[in-house]
């Protein structure tokens, strides 16, 4: 995971275009300027980055999905919930899943499991 460079997904696990499903890993770094911030003595990784894994998860499936032919772009996040804390050095596995595609538009499942 690259914060400085907004670059959240590490390596492609699995990419199964028949199920429209895609699994990937994402380290967070021990250490990052981020984390003097959030929170001074406790850092946690901030949701809307958890937010935004799950969201570059599911471009990346959507790239797959699309045959690289048009640029998926985020432009809602229906629901949702931070569940657990998730700490420096932590390695995480996000999974992705097609829900819906149509209209020129898609909409995923997303989760994160440390």
Do not use: C
């Amino acid at each position: 995971m690259q914060l400085e460079y907004f670059q959240l997904v590490d390596r492609i696990l699995d990419l199964n275009l028949e199920e429209k499903a895609i699994r990937v890993e994402a380290q967070v770094p021990q250490t990052n300027t981020i984390f003097e911030g959030h929170f001074p003595g406790h850092p946690l990784m901030p949701g809307v980055l958890l937010i935004e894994s799950m969201a570059q998860t599911s471009g990346w499936l959507l790239l797959g999905v699309l045959k690289f032919e048009r640029m998926p772009i985020l432009a809602a996040v229906k629901e949702a919930k931070v569940r657990g804390s998730v700490f420096p050095g932590e390695l995480l596995t996000i999974e992705a899943s097609l829900a819906h595609e149509g209209s020129g538009y898609a909409m995923t499942e997303a989760k994160i499991r440390v």
